[in-house]
């Protein structure tokens, strides 16, 4: 049983529907590398307003406003709100620490228990991420010498931060706006496009000589799964973006992360199999199913591009197509003494992990729809 489509040539034919995939095929610069040069824009001019606000106002030191503008501001709005909670968080903790511990002792012993206790407390409130801000404003708050009392120092360092993650958020959020859901929701397109083209050059393998690429998919496979699970983190910050966005999301990531999996496995069940008689027996009812399954991931990335998962694939029924493979199986089954047994077991692992996909692939479509609030067609 071999599939007959070329799987880079199939994903990528789907992917010229997906809006990612107009956008990089867009004039001469390639959407990251344009997104690339809007982030800097955005950095240079959050940096330059909190330089030029903390003029007007007339506060010392007014470039650290630009440094935390610089520092918070990350390439899409979920990931900006991530980093000015940790940057805000740090200051404020590494701020009454410092000014605490200034109060008693003599440098170097106190700057010394302050950054342990800052990075304590945070370690122990579960704010690793800040623990190092923390860390970082102690050194400024007790170590930076000026005219002015310890606490105006003090105020002065966290109003500078306050004003750098306001300018930074407000820049991500009105100036070329860059949602981590909408590039989540893009990757998870192209994400189950990719695992298509990787179940196909597994099954090159059934029967057949395994496919050149197959090492590559896996990779590309993984890299994108976790691109994806990072993304997923940034969009859970962000302000909804309608019903069931968050749960549509992670239902179809949980899915994407269980079929790849199953791939792995089903790629291991596969191996020697290439002179295997006894899945021919099988035939057609086993080919019908996992060009139905190939199909089936291109109709996913269809409905997760479209963010509509209620209208079933025309002409699809994995379910059916399972029943015609246990019913090709039983029926096949008093001839198993004319093949070895490794062979049996070879196909029967085959069948089971093809079943598998098959109804995951369905449950993420139906699980999708349940969660945006669809009533399934």
């Not at 390639?30 to 506060?59: D, M, N, P, Y």
């Not at 003090?154 to 750098?164: A, E, I, K, P, S």
């Not at 998870?188 to 990787?198: D, F, N, P, R, S």
Request: proline letters at 3%; hydrophobic letters at 45%; glycine letters at 8%.
């Amino acid at each position: 049983m071999r599939l007959k489509a070329n799987s880079t040539w199939s994903a990528q034919q789907l992917a010229i529907k997906l809006r990612v995939g107009r956008k990089q095929n867009h004039g001469l610069l390639s959407w990251e590398r344009r997104r690339l040069l809007i982030h800097a824009a955005k950095t240079a001019l959050a940096a330059a307003l909190c330089w030029w606000l903390a003029q007007r106002f007339g506060l010392h030191d007014s470039y650290w406003g630009s440094i935390s503008a610089i520092i918070v501001l990350q390439s899409n709005f979920g990931a900006t709100i991530t980093a000015s909670r940790d940057r805000l968080l740090g200051t404020v903790i590494g701020a009454l620490i410092g000014f605490y511990f200034s109060q008693f002792g003599a440098l170097p012993w106190n700057f010394i228990l302050a950054v342990f206790a800052a990075i304590l407390i945070c370690g122990l409130l579960g704010l690793r991420s800040s623990s190092r801000l923390a860390g970082v404003t102690i050194s400024i708050v007790m170590l930076v010498h000026s005219q002015d009392p310890q606490w105006t120092l003090t105020l002065f360092r966290v109003f500078d931060v306050v004003l750098g993650i306001v300018i930074a958020l407000a820049v991500s959020t009105l100036v070329f706006p860059d949602r981590a859901r909408l590039r989540l929701r893009d990757g998870l397109a192209q994400q189950y496009l990719l695992l298509g083209a990787y179940f196909e050059a597994i099954l090159q393998g059934f029967r057949g000589a395994p496919a050149t690429n197959l090492p590559a998919l896996r990779q590309d496979a993984l890299a994108m799964l976790s691109g994806n699970n990072n993304l997923l983190k940034e969009a859970r910050n962000e302000p909804s973006g309608g019903p069931g966005w968050r749960e549509g999301l992670s239902t179809i990531s949980q899915f994407g992360r269980s079929l790849f999996d199953a791939l792995t496995a089903l790629e291991f069940a596969v191996q020697d199999s290439h002179e295997d008689a006894y899945a021919q027996q099988l035939e057609p009812a086993l080919g019908k199913l996992a060009v139905d399954i190939r199909s089936g991931f291109h109709h996913v990335g269809g409905c997760i591009n479209d963010w509509s998962f209620n209208v079933p694939p025309r002409g699809l029924n994995l379910e059916e197509d399972i029943a015609q493979l246990e019913d090709r199986m039983n029926a096949v089954r008093p001839k198993g003494h004319e093949f070895s047994q490794a062979e049996i077991l070879r196909a029967y692992a085959v069948q089971l992990h093809l079943k598998q996909i098959a109804r995951m692939l369905r449950a993420s479509r139906i699980e999708a729809s349940r969660a945006v609030g669809e009533v399934e067609g």
